[in-house]
């Protein structure tokens, strides 16, 4: 299965010619955008306003979305509302107070922007909130940062600094455990390192003492599962079209359908008719 789906992204990746930003990128397919505005001068920041905005698919790579911990904070400050207070705090609040730019390879004008928008947000963060409550009986949304800069409103996405801090965020999470000079599993090729913490599917974990090989020890768990950094990538846009294309309903159990090519990898085609129509054929079939 996890090949099958390895081929898929492989596919889309040759014929699409994509980045690994855009390939790391997630849709959070929402109906609205609430956007915390900031407006910058010169050296510094000032917040402007909270405003609502209708959703629009063709600025993913925009909103720079990438889901980040349950329990934490995202990647980036753009979050899926749940309850907007409850996501204010943990996603947007908490990615500014837990931002720790000394980890991270930034050149200092990068620095001075990320730190500059940071204290702006922490000197007005009770007044965001404030304005936030505006649009508790919303539905669908999304949390984002925008910026206002030389009278055009910009979103993250739209600074290589907070680009740059998403990739090296997601690499430095995926080889906390990595083994070097070893043979992926998926591709079976030796690299210079393979990662051992994948949790592009969330079936594997790490969490629990009985997914660990080599006596229990976390830092030889790369045993289990070693998948190098390109297979990564194949991974993620293989699991993108399954979500996007290949996810049905059955009496309301969701399942997918995995493409497996008889022979290498092909081209990847739209199927014919709607997902609807689809269940709509299967269920006569019956």
Request: charged fraction near 35%.
């Amino acid at each position: 299965m996890i090949q099958a789906i390895k081929e898929v992204g492989d596919t889309i990746l040759r014929r699409e010619n994509k980045t690994p930003l855009s390939t790391l990128i997630q849709n959070p397919k929402a109906e609205n955008v609430v956007a915390i505005v900031f407006e910058k001068r010169w050296d510094s920041f000032e917040f402007l306003e909270v405003k609502l905005e209708e959703f629009d698919s063709g600025k993913v790579d925009r909103y720079l979305y990438r889901k980040g911990s349950a329990n934490g904070a995202n990647i980036t400050p753009t979050s899926k509302v749940t309850e907007i207070e409850k996501t204010f705090n943990l996603k947007i609040k908490g990615w500014f107070e837990g931002m720790n730019l000394s980890s991270f390879e930034i050149d200092e004008e990068g620095k001075l922007f990320l730190s500059g928008l940071k204290s702006a947000f922490i000197a007005t963060k009770e007044k965001i909130r404030n304005k936030l409550k505006d649009y508790e009986n919303e539905r669908n949304m999304m949390l984002t940062v925008k910026i206002k800069e030389e009278e055009k409103e910009k979103y993250i996405g739209d600074y290589k600094v907070f680009q740059s801090y998403l990739l090296q965020t997601v690499t430095k999470k995926d080889t906390k455990v990595a083994g070097t000079n070893r043979l992926c599993s998926l591709c079976e090729v030796t690299k210079s390192s393979v990662l051992g913490k994948l949790d592009t599917f969330k079936f594997y974990t790490l969490d629990k003492p009985g997914f660990i090989s080599s006596g229990f020890k976390e830092e030889d768990a790369w045993k289990n599962y070693p998948v190098c950094s390109d297979c990564k990538l194949s991974l993620e846009e293989g699991k993108k079209f399954l979500i996007d294309k290949r996810r049905f309903n059955f009496y309301g159990f969701p399942y997918y359908i995995i493409p497996k090519f008889m022979i290498g990898s092909g081209e990847v085609r739209e199927s014919a008719g709607t997902h609807r129509e689809y269940n709509k054929r299967r269920a006569n079939s019956w």
